[in-house]
């Protein structure tokens, strides 16, 4: 038998617990993926991509840093903004043939992405992605879709993602909500509509 002694001075162990940004980067990973494959795109350039990649490489920097703001949350302008997002989303696919108009397709992708997160992780949080737009608008500028220019852009992007992470450090736990898992219900209703929409299963 352990000694009473050595029982009290034990620690007691603490499990390892996932950083609770991790499944809050999935689920916004996951809604980016949704919004591309959802909307159908003409091709694009290498350079372009490249400067699409910048874009999430420091989207991904600006949502596990540490942030000041405050904890300000309101479901119902969250579900307002979501709804508007999608029905944005919607117009967009019904009045240009979003194959063919490169900026009608990211504007389109664009709006369901806001529309299925803000839904499941709320305004406060999204706004933090505010300056990774910059890469992503400028990919459409059609004389900034070299191969050289989109390679210094990735670089940029990267470096701004680096310093970001080293200046402020990672979120701490309570820097996020928890997602409940009912919030998924809707954005997985409204995906599946959307790619209806888009298929013309609606016509």
Known sequence: MSSP???A???PSRA???PRFVPHLLILTMIALIAIL?????AITTGARMWRIGAVILALALVMTRRKQPRIDDRDLDRILAVGGLVTAVWIITQWETSTHPVAAVFAAISVGLGLALWVVGTREISWLA?????????LVPCLDSVLLGMTALALCALAALALTVAN????RGQF???VPARLVVPALAAIALAAVTRGWFA
């Open 5 to 7: 002694v050595l029982a």
């Open 9 to 11: 001075a034990r620690r």
């Open 16 to 18: 390892f617990k996932i």
């Open 38 to 42: 959802l909307i159908p795109g003409p």
């Open 131 to 139: 300056p990774a737009i910059l890469p992503l608008g400028l990919s």
């Open 169 to 172: 450090g990672l979120a701490p």
């Open 177 to 179: 909500q928890r997602i």
